[in-house]
């Protein structure tokens, strides 16, 4: 079903639904229907599809490429790769190197991640011939973001660490003088998440950290406006997601990254990081009602990799599982209390819409985003989940 954006009609949300196409519903606060039913995160599919057509990808890809190698010319690297152990950014560093770039591989190390998604930072690294620069959180300033972050009550729970990694690979690409930082996201395989679920600025960050948390970030740096504005508009660096120039099937690249590099899978989705196991798989599920899988099986429902009916009967089958195990875990090393956990655990949730955050400015230049996205110097998924009507 193609959707067009000039025939978006929305209509008012009342009761429970579930989008017609996808598996998104009404646990999505942000979430809205058209007159068929389909929902916003489709039509922001469909935008995304139109703008990557797979047919000409091959081309793209071929002209991204030429301009990432140019742009490295004399300098030791051509583009970075974060990494984090995953399927995704350990395929975005092995698809980098067979299309003869140069990157220079970033792994951020919240203290949380699996001796499995270590090893295969390693051996990857090793095999492809790529240098790692790792930046290391101190423990315990991180560990003072996280429960921040849980005191505030907000879904965004996960956020230091997404954010964090989003800052190094910044933070590094200006220092190296390096125009190009490649991603490992799909929007076909792993779709948009919802603004409601997950939001992220670097305002929303100080603001959260001085109302709940204590001392200073010294970590990473946190990302201003002006500063991002330098980055893009002065240092021109550019973000490309890779695998979404390409036909992307999870089976198939899991059997050439565990040929290729003795990669290693590490369970559920993203739980190669314990704390996102945690909050995953337990603290949004059964405090804010959210359910990621959501997210990726619409992404593949969308794309076609699987049916609508079984991605529903895979939700239908039970909610996300969780280990016991993970979640006293989690709770021990945030240094929390089990006394102060549960008065954290039963608090009311809040959003991002009661914090300080970049997003009324966002809304207000409108207009020079689009223009800036349809200019390819932002990307474009840019203003459709933030700044679009
Ligand atoms: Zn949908």
């Not at 699996?114 to 990857?124: G, L, P, Q, W, Y």
């Amino acid at each position: 079903m193609e959707a067009k954006t000039s025939s978006w009609k929305f209509k008012a949300i009342d009761e429970h639904q579930r989008c017609s196409r996808c598996v998104l519903d009404t646990t999505v606060s942000d979430i809205w229907f058209d007159a068929a039913g389909v929902c916003k995160y489709c039509y922001i599919h469909d935008e995304m599809e139109r703008l990557h057509p797979l047919e000409n990808m091959e081309e793209a890809l071929g002209k991204i490429v030429k301009k990432i190698r140019k742009a490295g010319r004399n300098k030791s690297y051509d583009c970075i790769v974060g990494v984090s152990g995953g399927r995704d950014s350990i395929y975005t560093l092995y698809l980098a190197r067979k299309l003869g770039l140069r990157p220079l591989a970033v792994y951020f190390d919240n203290g949380w991640n699996t001796e499995t998604a270590v090893s295969n930072i390693r051996k990857a690294t090793d095999l492809l011939r790529v240098d790692l620069h790792t930046v290391t959180a101190d423990p315990d300033e991180f560990r003072d973001l996280q429960r921040a972050f849980l005191r505030a009550s907000v879904p965004d729970a996960d956020i230091p660490t997404v954010y964090a990694i989003h800052s190094v690979l910044y933070e590094k690409a200006a220092k190296e003088n390096i125009r190009y930082i490649l991603h490992g996201h799909s929007f076909r395989t792993e779709g948009t998440s919802p603004i409601s679920w997950t939001y992220m600025d670097g305002r929303y960050i100080k603001d959260i950290h001085q109302k709940f948390g204590s001392g200073v970030i010294r970590s990473f740096k946190i990302l201003t406006l002006p500063w991002l504005l330098y980055c893009v508009f002065v240092k021109r660096i550019k973000e490309v997601r890779l695998l979404e120039y390409i036909e992307y099937n999870k089976k198939k690249v899991d059997e050439v990254l565990k040929h290729d590099l003795d990669w290693v899978y590490y369970g559920g989705h993203h739980h190669k990081n314990l704390y996102t196991n945690f909050f995953q798989s337990f603290l949004l599920p059964e405090k804010f009602n959210i359910d990621k899988r959501k997210t990726e099986l619409s992404a593949l429902v969308r794309s076609g990799q699987i049916t609508r009916e079984a991605a529903i009967t895979e939700l239908e089958a039970g909610s996300y599982r969780y280990e016991r195990s993970v979640v006293m875990y989690a709770i021990a090393k945030l240094g929390l209390s089990l006394e102060e956990w549960e008065h954290v655990y039963y608090r009311a949730p809040r959003s991002h819409k009661e914090f300080r955050t970049y997003l009324p400015l966002i809304r207000l230049l409108r207009l020079p985003i689009w223009v800036a996205c349809k200019l390819r110097i932002l990307p474009y998924i840019l203003y459709l989940k933030y700044a679009s009507p």
